[in-house]
């Protein structure tokens, strides 16, 4: 199957689209506004994902932070079995702040990347303990002023580990949101700024979650298996 373009219009057979439409009274193709695309995606992917959850394993917000530091470019399963032991060594901002580079390399070594994201963790842990008091700031200004932390770390530690409004964009929810009809903007912060509008602040960190699901479980990058997605009577790029 080819790769729909993120932009390419509907093209719809009634059989496939049939069954949405029962499950969910709609008419095909509706609706058609990025406020109602993104309304209606939401509560199917509710239906699809109830239980959706953040998949990296993390006690409390200062491990959440540091595993999705270590997340980038790697999958949430392999940081899953590098943070017990780092977080076994140093169970908090203070003792990773004082850790050896050297030994923390070795430990986050097969996340990939190793020599940034210990730089990065030791950063974020000496200015935890500089200006924090050890704890993790709330605020995304805070949180983005932590040295490798961007505005997508920060949404997953706000929505995931301190419960506020936050929609983490990374490249299943821009990719998603595009072929969806949601937004047209490519930069992660833009998408951001216009998906957070389109969603209750409740419901942010959520919303980022079932689209990141789907986008690993049927809407792949590569091969998105549009004749299997519950989303295909509406998608501006549908491919049946
Ligand atoms: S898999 Fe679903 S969301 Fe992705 S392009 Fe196909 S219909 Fe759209």
Known sequence: MSVPSETSSCSIKQNATGE??????????????????????????????????CELDHKNPFELLAATILSAQCTDKRVNMVTPNLFREYPDAESLSEASEVRVQELVRSTGFYVNKTKSLLGMAQALVDNHNGSVP???????????VGRKTANVVRSVALDLPGLP???????????????????????????????????????SLR???????????RKPVCEDCVLNDFCASSEI
Do not use: Q, W
């Open 20 to 53: 949405n439409e029962r499950r969910y009274g709609l008419g095909m193709g509706t609706p058609r506004s990025p406020k109602g695309r993104a309304r209606e995606t939401h509560k199917r992917l509710g239906f699809e994902y109830p239980d959706a959850k």
């Open 138 to 148: 709330s605020s995304m200004k805070e949180l983005t002023a932590l040295p490798g």
């Open 169 to 207: 964009v990374d490249t299943h929810v821009g990719r998603l949101s595009r072929r969806i009809g949601i937004t047209e903007e490519k930069d992660p912060v833009k998408v951001e700024m216009e998906l957070n509008p389109m969603v209750a602040a409740s419901e942010r960190g959520l919303f």
């Open 211 to 221: 689209l990141i699901l789907h986008g690993r479980r049927v809407c792949s990058s």
